[in-house]
């Protein structure tokens, strides 16, 4: 049973949020992008926005084997170098350690992405994390008929 709704209760702090997400999706590749919540999601344990962002990828024409996969995308096939390094930067970015996000994952994506597809790649990162934690707390839904 859902405990709040956040865009009632809190408009201003929601409309805010929006412009985040509506930023992040004019500025990082759509592909990429699912991808990233899609994982990061799954990471959170957001049951609503892992069937959220599953469907929008699926309407969009993402193939339903590297949806799957990316709950295991360190061992699938599937992706290409800027996908991995995407997908290393939302793991280390969601489950922050006690020393934050390790040189590594950073340079690998450094490599591939140019310094503000990075800044906007963080910032996606960023805002799926923040839908999460509002998602979870609030234990929004996913619809159970679509």
Known sequence: MSRMDMAAVAPEAYQAVLGLEK??????????????????????GCAFCVDMHSREALAAGEDSRRLFAVAAWREAPFFDERERAALALTDAVTRLGEHG?????????????????????????????VWNRVAVTCRTQPPAQV
């Open 23 to 44: 930023y992040v999706r004019a500025n990082v590749d759509h592909t990429v992008l699912e991808l990233v919540k899609l994982r990061a999601s799954m990471r959170n």
């Open 101 to 129: 996000v390790p040189d590594d994952v950073w340079d690998a994506a450094a490599k591939v992405w140019s310094e503000k597809e990075l800044a906007d790649l963080v910032m996606a990162i960023a805002t799926i994390n």
